[in-house]
């Protein structure tokens, strides 16, 4: 039997329960880290951050997450190797052992303000950003990829999807995001260093291929290439109409077929990575004009981006029923759109954190009251807590990366305080951040291994530490 990626990731068989963790009568606050002998990938900075960061935190258990949470990438994922004598990372998702565009950047960004006193650390980043130019330069429509780029995909998932499935390619949904990050991961690595090592030729090969590729979904001359199918019985695993996805009119946003959560896009206009591309789009122009001296790109770049700006000004927004208008999460371009949130980064909830939009901006603040409440139907409020979810885990299933999040994004104290003691109580006792956990019992969760959340708790906890060390202080 074949079992899709769903049915893997809550324990491997059709409609599984959602896995339950081992009842503890209490924490014993040992360390959940692997010993260090096991360790993939140790940095000096890293380990001096989680003490330095751990004395500030007043609350025991709150504590003992951090310094769980904050190097799992480190730990457990990272692969490090050599490609024609210069670095190579591979980093994985966690229990799926395959490099997630999006994942892959996410994670390393948490140590990112580390990067300037760690030669090691500077190597792994110099490691990833070759890595994903390879990558993207294999398929620009791929999401997720092969550590061996000879290899066909090993995801049981995947191996039948009709689409143009490469060597090296893990799975083959595309989604915006997938290119957005690796840009997002190359300025911010530029804006620290101002080193330009990492932006070779088969760099801008991959951010020109990048910016044909959105073009190319603009679908201003017809579909273009890109098509997905897959045998599933949920709907948000495969492309309607031979695998095109739903009709779009053309007016300049680009065309998605997968949400960040993997799930297919219901009208393909999704708005949050669209917004997102703009702002990626200016930032590759940086990196383009400021490590190389390449105008040509940059220009490309930032007229793509003033392009899709001015389409999401004039198709991007809607009115809820009580009349407050607010970002639309999809719209097709012939009217049509929609509105709910979900976890997953780029989401509506998550556009200031990205500095997508200002967090004081109206229009965001407006939509992200909407998400957090009863006009998002994947907003979920129960015994163990409240949150946003999506459609990838199903109804009452909160991912605590919306909560944390919301505390990136927050200048409340007391929404913060809510959000870290939601996030403290839900662990299920386990010491780290899952991907859902149901909305009336925290024990019932999937994956207990994602470091992407892990790493963003581990984010929310450094910058609290920097920005409002108050908010850490004594227990919640």
Known sequence: ???????????????????????????????????????????RAVEREIVHVSAKIGDPKLRWMFANCYPNTLDTTVRMSTVD????AFVITGDIPCLWLRDSSAQLA?????????P???????????????????DPYANAFMQDPSARTNLGWAKDDKTEMKPGVAERKWEIDSLCYPMRLAHDYWQTTRDPAPFDARWAAAARLSIATFREQQRKDGPGPYRFLRESDRNTETQPLDGYGNPSRPVGLIHCGF????????????????????????????????ARGDAALAQDATALAAEVEQALLEHGRMRLRDGREVWAYEVDGFGNAIFMDDANVPSLSGLAYLGCVAQSDPLWQRTQAAAWGPDNPYFFKGKAGEGIGGPHAGLRQIWPMSLIVRALSSDDPAVIRACLKTLRETDADTGFIHETFDQDDARKFTRPWFAWANGLFGE?????????????????
């Open 120 to 138: 090691a650390l500077r190597t792994l980043f110099h490691g990833l950003i070759a890595r994903q130019a390879r990558s993207i330069l294999i």
């Open 85 to 88: 004598g210069a670095p190579d």
């Open 1 to 43: 039997m074949i079992l899709t990626r769903r049915e893997t990731l809550l324990g491997g068989a059709a409609g599984a329960a959602l896995v339950a963790s081992p009842a503890l009568a209490a924490a014993p606050l040992a360390s959940k880290r692997p010993p260090v002998t096991e360790r993939l990938f140790t940095s």
């Open 460 to 476: 929310l906890i450094v910058r609290l530490a920097n920005t409002r060390p108050a908010l850490l202080e004594g227990t919640l």
């Open 259 to 290: 949400r960040p959560s993997d799930d297919a896009c219901l009208y393909p206009y999704l708005i949050p990575a669209n917004l997102f591309a703009v702002s990626a789009l200016r930032e590759l122009a940086v990196v383009a004009q400021g």
């Open 110 to 118: 948490p140590y990112l303000h580390l990067v300037r006193d760690d």
